[in-house]
């Protein structure tokens, strides 16, 4: 293997590299300088194997019109998909009226704001399943194929509770983050406690700290958390969790870690309440 | 060297880091992070290190940041460093065994998860992760010198 004799390797080059990656190491952690650009390569690199993927997809299609089988199969796939379809959108559904009926009580004026309610179901294009079982960042990415509008800190729903916001998109790809990212925060409720529930970088993990000892209100472990709808971009009295464990940090802090019950490993559509 | 040997060098690497995140639901769960990319680049810099310098280093780094990376600059630093290590000692390495190189790149890729997580995910950080981590490596690093190998030496002459 040795073709060459051995050579002096000068260290300057190496340290100016690993210095201008150091800078823009900390650039990116600490400004999320890169961020558009990260996700202009990501967008990039799924929607190329979107279309590889659509090229198979339509080939093996008419493959398949030759064989009754596979159509059999395809019609079942079909019929698969319109029933997840028809779960997430009645779900949304009846968000969307609980949320209309309270509008409905105030005044007239926001007659329009119901009007404006709507729910849009997208496929899941990608998921980093990587980085959501081992890393802070939890995202995902939805398939736009029809080029709606959809615009930045929607809810994201599952069928059966939230899911995540988006945060933008690139091509026709929409970028959600789910609840459990580090960056996440979502106000909840349980009795009386109110909270911000900020994602801990854990798959199916939320978590929220109180200040005083009375905020915890004998909410213990398996009680039910909600939405609290602060915030204004998730409608309140959804179901997001439980209490899983509450920890002693200090005399008046209290940790209490919430188990979501929406995971995303088991869904490959989302629904999203749009003009909430 | 030819830019499409750098691009092929490129997309080794990158399938490495794409096999990595296709296996990485199932292996994860059982406290395991394999770094087949890694050990890709690593392979790369020990077979060719006369072709392959820092400005290789960074911009294979940048790229995989771009493509796979949750921040810009982890990657570039990872490979610029492990590239100058790999560059001072590869003639020693050569006479080393089998045994003592597959504990050099399973260190490399140990130290590299170490610092993924504390800097990314501190709440994610395990001694087992990286134990476990630390032997998966060193067979996944056999595994890649000898495929990686037959490769260079059948079908990427230069």
């Known amino acids: ?276 | 060297m030819k830019l499409t040997n750098h691009l092929i060098i490129f997309f080794t690497i990158l399938g490495g880091f794409w096999f990595d995140a296709s296996i990485s639901l199932l292996t994860i769960p059982f406290n395991v992070e394999p770094c087949i990319g890694l050990l890709v680049f690593c392979y790369w810099i020990f077979a060719i290190p006369e072709k392959l310098h820092s400005s290789s280093a960074f911009m294979y780094g940048l790229l995989v940041d771009l493509f796979f990376g949750q921040v810009i600059g982890l990657h570039m630093i990872v490979f610029v460093a492990t590239s100058y290590l790999i560059h001072v000692y590869v003639f020693r390495f050569r006479l080393f065994s089998y045994l003592q190189v597959t504990i050099f790149f399973a260190a490399v890729c140990t130290f590299f998860l170490a610092c993924k997580y504390l800097i990314l995910s501190p709440a994610n950080y395990s001694y087992s992760l990286l134990i476990l981590s630390f032997f998966v490596n060193a067979l996944a690093w056999l595994a890649v010198y000898f495929l990686m190998r037959s490769f260079r030496r059948n079908f990427f002459i230069i």
Not at chain 1, 20 to 26: D, F, G, P, Y
Not at chain 1, 118 to 138: G, R, V
Not at chain 1, 198 to 215: A, Q
Request: glycine residues 6%; hydrophobic residues 40%; charged residues 20%.
């Open chain 1, 1 to 276: 293997m040795a073709r060459t004799t051995p050579t002096f390797t000068p260290i300057g080059k190496y340290a100016l590299a690993f210095l201008i990656s150091l800078a823009l190491m900390v650039g990116d952690l600490s400004y999320g300088t890169f961020s558009p650009l990260r996700g202009f390569f990501k967008a990039s690199s799924i929607y190329s194997r979107l279309v590889v993927s659509n090229l198979f997809n339509s080939l093996e299609d008419s493959i398949a019109s030759f064989q009754d089988k596979k159509s059999l199969l395809q019609s079942n796939e079909m019929l698969r998909r319109e029933l997840l379809q028809m779960q997430a959108k009645d779900f949304l559904k009846r968000q969307s009226d609980s949320i209309s009926k309270d509008l409905i009580h105030l005044e007239g004026e926001f007659q329009d704001l119901i009007k404006n309610m709507d729910i849009k179901i997208f496929k899941i294009a990608s998921f980093e399943s990587k980085n959501y079982l081992c890393c802070s960042t939890h995202e995902l990415y939805l398939s736009n194929s029809k080029k709606l509008e959809i615009g930045s800190n929607l809810p994201v729903s599952n069928g059966n509770s939230f899911i995540g916001q988006t945060t933008g998109g690139h091509f026709s790809l929409i970028k959600v983050i789910l609840l459990s990212d580090i960056e996440h925060v979502l106000p909840v409720k349980s009795k009386n406690l109110f909270c911000n529930a900020r994602g801990v970088g854990k798959p199916l993990f939320i978590s929220c700290v109180t200040d005083h000892h009375e905020d915890l209100n004998g909410n213990k472990v398996n009680d039910p958390i909600f939405t609290s709808g602060l915030g204004g971009i998730f409608p309140k009295d959804v179901l997001v969790g439980t209490i899983s464990s509450v920890t002693k940090l200090s005399l008046d802090r209290h940790e209490i870690m919430i188990k979501l019950i929406a995971n995303p490993l088991d869904e490959n559509y989302l629904g999203i309440l749009v003009g909430s």
